[in-house]
């Protein structure tokens, strides 16, 4: 899959059309089309060869022939001219998020920098500070970026790396040398990034199944070739482990390689205390030597006196208590999901028309959705105004006229403005079944002020859920400052459900605030936040976080059926 790649280099070209002052429209279009590549699942070179580019969000006539040209040569003219324009000792400066042409212009002209090491030496010698315009402030967080940033190469996204395992799992399977595989790891424990990818297989020709699996197409290096392990690294700088093991010992295996550390540490003493030694082998009976072999990893646990604990929760955080005490949560699941509370339509940046959304949402076997386009001072994403609010309600009153078995929820996702107040008046929010609120900008502001807004938002009796709370960015930017404490304890006390955002670089609410929510008493639901029919399937990363969050059916409020949904006024 080079959906990474192809992303990366739309970034890039973005990047580089800012630096040289192209107009704003061009520069945003191909981070779009960048984003939206990140976020779909569908290999790319598959959308290209059926000729579905154009319908990505934001790939038009030109995008599309560059992404084409990228796909059967590996080079953009396009690019490669672009890049022969601007000083190159900008390039690199300009990798770091926050750092635009501009102040990249400056550092290198005054400090004549032109690397992140030097870039980072000046700002511990705090030469940054003196220049004018910067200040302390701005040092520190310049410092902070190149953190992040080294942090971002390093780590994987889910959404990038699950579908990879997917496919290679799928192509390996299919190639007859291959009994049972499994991926294994951070991966499976469904963590929102992962440092790479452990596969683990067993088969009757370990030779043949590492020979294909080093052949594998998406192969870039073979960095180790053993005769039951091999190490490879894809084109997207991905490394991934093939592990060939023994039939019998794969149960075992299975739970030692899934992890995690620590909650195999403890595990490792549960098992001893109970009279056993367990490795990633076997486990042995002490005394007598007698060795038990395992199927499944589900009953390595069984087999201790435990209830088997789901991947998503072996993080060390109390599963192993529970699983001994009997008192594991029953973890929420997809096909628990009636419905989805945040979906954008072509009334606003969305790609699909109102109705083709109802129609991928039948297909998923929704009961429900609620169509929350933007509002109006959220110019970027052709946000609705009043008027076209009222146009848009009426025609969803009249579509749902005629669809039995399912409805559609109105809404919209209005924005809290930088001074809290919210961008449609009451009179407007209360035409409105889904009234989603969200905070896009005056993310900067202080702890205070943010905190601030989300509590008047929450506050407000027409405000039923808060999007994306956080507003991190998976590898570009943390989540703004707020008081999470603040946030769960208003959110519990209003009845206003806070969102797990499915976007795969979104995941926000994370796993650990999704579990402190829930302790709270807060109801949450998880949204794809879906601007094309396509999108509406990320529901699944949203879900591994619930999961992750110890979350049960009843903790989300769209497991309920359509004639249950209550919005709060
Ligand atoms: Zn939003
Ligand atoms: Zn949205």
């Known amino acids: 899959m080079r959906n990474a790649e192809v992303a990366a280099l739309l970034y890039s070209i973005s990047e580089l059309l800012e630096l040289k002052g192209e107009n704003t429209f061009k520069v945003r279009a191909y981070a779009r089309a960048a984003r939206a590549i990140e976020g779909m699942l569908e290999d790319i070179e598959e959308v290209a060869a059926r000729g579905g580019l154009k319908e990505i969000p934001g790939v038009g006539e030109s995008i599309a022939r560059k992404i084409e040209e990228y796909l059967a040569t590996g080079k953009v003219g396009y690019y490669e001219e672009l890049l022969k324009q601007v000083p190159a000792e900008l390039h690199e400066l300009m990798k770091i998020p926050g750092i635009g042409h501009k102040t990249a212009l400056v550092l290198n002209q005054k400090l004549g920098v032109r690397t992140i090491d030097e870039l ?22 310049i ?46 424990r469904r963590k929102e990034t992962v440092g790479d990818i452990d596969i683990l297989a067993t088969s009757k020709d370990a030779k043949a199944a590492i020979e294909a699996f080093v052949h594998l197409p998406v192969v870039k290096n073979v960095l180790g070739k053993g005769t039951t392990k091999a190490t490879i690294v894809t084109r997207d700088a991905i490394q991934i482990d093939l592990r060939i093991l023994e039939d019998k010992s794969f149960g075992t295996s299975l739970q030692y390689f899934t992890g995690s550390k620590e909650h ?19 486990i042995e009976e002490v005394g007598t030597g007698r060795k038990i072999y395992c199927m499944t990893d589900d009953e390595v646990y069984i087999r201790l006196g435990l209830l088997p604990i789901p991947p998503e929760i072996r993080e060390d955080t109390g599963e192993i208590e529970a699983a001994l005490s009997g008192k594991l949560p029953e973890l929420v699941e997809l096909k628990d999901l009636k419905g989805d509370f945040h979906v954008h339509t072509d009334w606003s940046e969305g790609t699909n028309s109102l109705e083709e959304m109802v129609e991928a949402a039948k297909k998923l076997g929704y009961e429900y959705i609620a169509i929350t386009d933007h509002s109006k001072s959220l110019g970027v994403a052709h946000g609705l105004s009043e008027e076209r609010l009222l146009e848009q309600i ?38 409105c079944d889904a009234v989603v609120a969200a905070l896009h900008v005056g993310q900067k502001q202080t702890r205070r002020e943010i905190t601030g ?106 497991t309920r059926s359509a004639r249950d949904v209550r919005f709060k006024g």
């Open 120 to 141: 980072e030496r000046a700002a511990k010698q705090h030469r940054i500070r003196r220049l004018p315009g910067f200040g302390a402030k701005k040092e520190e967080n």
């Open 143 to 188: 410092l902070k970026a190149i953190e992040r940033y080294r942090q971002r190469s390093t780590r994987i996204p889910l959404g990038t790396a699950l579908p990879l395992a997917r496919r290679i799992v799928e192509v390996l399977k299919s190639s007859d040398v291959i009994d049972r595989i499994e991926p294994a790891g951070s991966l499976r």
């Open 264 to 282: 195999n540490i403890k595990l490792r003493d549960i098992a001893r205390m109970k009279g056993f030694k367990l490795s990633e082998y076997d």
């Open 394 to 431: 009426d025609r969803i009153h009249r579509l749902n006229d005629k669809l039995s078995d399912f409805h559609i929820f109105t809404g919209t996702e209005v924005d809290i403005r930088a001074d809290a107040s919210i961008d449609f008046p009451d009179s407007i929010l209360r035409q």
């Open 453 to 558: 807004r989300l509590i008047t938002a929450m506050e407000n009796e027409h405000v039923d859920i808060i999007a994306h709370p956080t507003g991190r960015i998976i590898g570009e930017r943390e989540g703004y400052d707020v008081d999470m404490d603040a946030l769960l304890d208003t959110a519990a006390r209003t009845g206003t459900v806070l969102e797990i955002n499915a976007y795969p670089s979104r995941l926000d609410l994370n796993d650990t605030n999704s579990r402190k929510a829930k302790s709270k008493g807060v109801k949450l639901t998880v949204d794809t936040d879906a601007h094309s029919t396509e999108q509406l399937g990320l529901m699944e990363f949203g879900m591994n976080v619930a999961r992750r969050g110890w979350l049960e059916k009843n903790d989300l409020v769209n």
